[in-house]
């Protein structure tokens, strides 16, 4: 009889896989708001799978949309002045 066995990398973590650095972690708080509007636009996409979207659901994912793309243009102008580019 052949004993069967999984042959995966471990999960666990290691010594080579060290903490966030500060510097990722300013990044993700950069992109937060980006990360918190997708999120809110999901959640609004969600609601509506499985039914036919109400008045006040179309107006809720045309604003969860908007805000999305306010969180991205601010983050770009953001990066863009932090970078020195413009």
Known sequence: MKIIVARQTVVTATESDPEPTAAELDAIERE??????????????????????????V??????????????RALTNRTVRVGGAA
């Open 59 to 72: 107006r809720r994912i045309r604003r969860a949309r908007r805000r999305v793309l306010s969180a991205r």
């Open 32 to 57: 937060m708001p980006v990360i918190v509007a997708e999120v809110e636009l999901l959640d609004a996409q969600i609601t509506v799978l499985d039914r036919e979207p109400s008045p006040l659901d």
